[in-house]
């Protein structure tokens, strides 16, 4: 499993940045995908999940309304669309790849990731 992130960097608040996760070495389009993001001296947060066949998404509270995750299985990619961004939003962002091989499973549950990609950062600041 290879989960390579993209897009991070440095948005004023209220702006947009778009994520991008390469994923590759496993059937992509047949597992639920998700974000994660870790801020310094917090915990790790479930931001979005999004089912292998795409048709189920759900967010964090704290992300409702303001971003979309999304894929495109024919690019085995994963991408996560953030606007109206806030200081709070500032954090590592993570994908992660579920372990159920169903292109239907869904789940809101942390404790069922164990491929990981390194990382991208985002930081929000005037």
């Known amino acids: 499993v290879q989960l390579v992130e993209s897009g991070g960097g440095l948005a004023q608040p209220g702006g947009s940045l778009t994520l991008s996760c390469a994923a590759s070495k496993f059937a992509f389009s047949n597992y639920l995908m998700s974000w994660f993001r870790q801020a310094p001296g917090k915990e790790r947060e479930l931001v979005a999940v999004i089912t292998g066949a795409g048709g189920a998404t759900n967010y964090a509270d704290s992300v409702v309304g303001r971003f979309t995750i999304s894929r495109d299985n024919g690019k085995n990619a994963l991408y996560l669309r953030m606007n109206s961004l806030k200081p709070e939003d500032t954090a590592t962002y993570y994908c992660?790849?579920?372990?159920?091989?169903?292109?239907?499973?869904?789940?809101?549950?942390?404790?069922?990731?164990?491929?990981w990609g390194q990382g991208t950062q985002v930081t929000v600041s005037s």
């Open positions: 992660a790849k579920n372990r159920r091989f169903d292109k239907y499973y869904y789940s809101f549950r942390l404790d069922e990731y164990p491929d």
